[in-house]
């Protein structure tokens, strides 16, 4: 069975442009949901998606945007790119939320 | 506010050694699951053991084990007969259970290394 894939592993952006990152659940999941990860703000919740819709949002600006499509890949989208959203982005995925997450190996994102 | 603190920001022991990593966490929900997350330096996170909230028994996975104490809101993961491959990153985390409301809460991390 594969796993969660995230694509692309690693991104140089410039400040200003916008960025989608792309997340691939493990077969039969639905609950895919989005952690950006820095080493100041440790672990935080970005948002949650189910059967294409967003059940949760952290608290993050309205720039980070994300969707679900009907085979549950999801999208991550971040716009007019700041230096402080330079950070490992992980996905995960589960079968209904509340169940085991599993998680890809992030994409890194370096905004200059 | 639901919070996760880890107070060992970094630990170190010998191979084989047992090792102990604390954790506590602050809600007022009474249903939710607890988790230990591990990730090497390859940055995956990989799931090491779950409890759920409603269950006494603590959880155990071959050298991983729990010692969740509800009512002290403390959660800490024993790791027996340590090995070199389990130098990580620990993650503990809840989720609540209610309204949906799915997001893992992280607590800070604390870096393990087991030395040879």
């Known amino acids: 069975k594969a796993g969660v894939t995230q694509t692309p592993r690693y991104l140089i952006k410039t400040r200003g442009q916008q960025v989608t990152l792309s997340c691939s659940p493990i077969s039969g999941h639905r609950s895919v949901s989005w952690y950006q990860q820095t080493p100041g703000q440790g672990l935080q919740f970005l948002f949650e998606y189910f059967s294409e819709t967003q059940r949760n949002k952290g608290n993050f600006p309205g720039r980070f945007s994300g969707r679900q499509f009907s085979n549950s890949r999801s999208e991550m989208n971040v716009s007019t790119l700041e230096l402080g959203d330079s950070a490992l982005y992980l996905c995960?995925?589960?079968?209904?939320?509340?169940?085991?997450?599993?998680f890809g190996q992030g994409t890194r994102l370096t905004v200059v | 506010a639901q919070t996760v603190t880890q107070s060992q920001p970094e630990m170190s022991v010998q191979e084989a050694e047992t090792v102990t990593l604390s954790c506590t966490y602050d809600?007022?929900?009474?249903?939710?699951?607890l988790f230990w997350y591990k990730q090497p330096p390859s940055r995956q996170m990989i799931l090491v053991i779950r409890?759920?909230?409603?269950k006494q028994q603590n959880a155990t996975e071959n050298r991983f084990s729990v010692n969740f104490q509800k009512a002290a809101k403390s959660f800490s993961l024993k790791i027996s007969d340590s090995q070199l491959g389990d130098t990580a990153m620990y993650f503990c985390a809840f989720t609540i259970l209610m309204d949906s409301n799915y997001q893992l809460i992280w607590g800070a991390g604390t870096k393990l290394i087991i030395k040879p």
């Open positions: 809600t007022s929900e009474n249903n939710y699951y």
């Open positions: 409890q759920e909230a409603y």
């Open positions: 995960a995925s589960s079968l209904l939320g509340n169940t085991e997450a599993f």
